[in-house]
T-cell receptor, first 114, second 111 residues
Framework: AAGVIQSPRHLIKEKRETATLKCYPIPRHDTVYWYQQGPGQDPQFLISFYEKMQSDKGSIPDRFSAQQFSDYHSELNMSSLELGDSALYFC?????????????FGPGTRLTVT | SQQGEEDPQALSIQEGENATMNCSYKTSINNLQWYRQNSGRGLVHLILIRSNEREKHSGRLRVTLDTSKKSSSLLITASRAADTASYFCATDQDSGYALNFGKGTSLLVTP
């Protein structure tokens, strides 16, 4: 079965640079979530989208923005990168319109800021 | 995070033994889910238990939920070395579907 696809899988950036992470949800899933997991930490919710509209907002810094496109893929844009942004970034998708709560996670993008 | 602690933080057992992990949370919930994560890899959904359920089984997994104590437990029976991973519980909230994760339990199963 198709899973959530994230690209790139690894990304190395320098401080103050920008980065764009992409997420392709499971086909027919209409809801996308972004999570950040620092080293040795639990995942922290950043932001979510349902039917291309922002549905919930967590601890996403103002330097970050995200959107969901007409084909339901999502992009997380990160600017003015800081060392503390180094983390695993997960995207998850679900079929929100069905009332299904299970979220299916992608393999993650490992971002390293030097 | 709105979650409480998971307990224990680390657990080491031998193959064939059972592993029990506990999770506490702070707010009222719709559902509680358990996820597994191999080192530095993605999160794999294991099981979901709804707030009106008390126990659920899936293969070698047994999950219980006590909403009066705001706690849940995950039991893995007849553990295998391949069960070695970190296990997280996650809850959503009445206000939305975003997940709040616990700190996780690191399970090591030795042959």
């Amino acid at each position: 079965a198709a899973g959530v696809i994230q690209s790139p899988r690894h990304l190395i950036k320098e401080k103050r640079e920008t980065a764009t992470l992409k997420c392709y949800p499971i086909p027919r899933h209409d809801t996308v979530y972004w999570y950040q997991q620092g080293p040795g930490q639990d995942p922290q919710f950043l932001i979510s989208f349902y039917e291309k509209m922002q549905s919930d907002k967590g601890s996403i810094p103002d330097r970050f923005s995200a959107q969901q496109f007409s084909d339901y893929h999502s992009e997380l844009n990160m600017s003015s990168l800081e060392l503390g942004d180094s983390a695993l970034y997960f995207c998850a998708s679900s079929l929100g319109s069905s009332g299904t709560y299970e979220q299916y996670f992608g393999p993650g993008t490992r971002l390293t800021v030097t | 995070s709105q979650q409480g602690e998971e307990d224990p933080q680390a657990l080491s057992i031998q193959e064939g033994e059972n592993a029990t992990m506990n999770c506490s949370y702070k707010t009222s919930i719709n559902n509680l889910q358990w996820y597994r994560q191999n080192s530095g890899r993605g999160l794999v959904h294991l099981i979901l238990i709804r707030s009106n359920e008390r126990e659920k089984h899936s293969g070698r997994l047994r999950v219980t939920l006590d909403t009066s104590k705001k706690s849940s437990s995950l039991l893995i029976t007849a553990s295998r070395a391949a069960d070695t991973a970190s296990y997280f519980c996650a809850t959503d909230q009445d206000s939305g579907y975003a997940l709040n994760f616990g700190k996780g339990t690191s399970l090591l199963v030795t042959p």
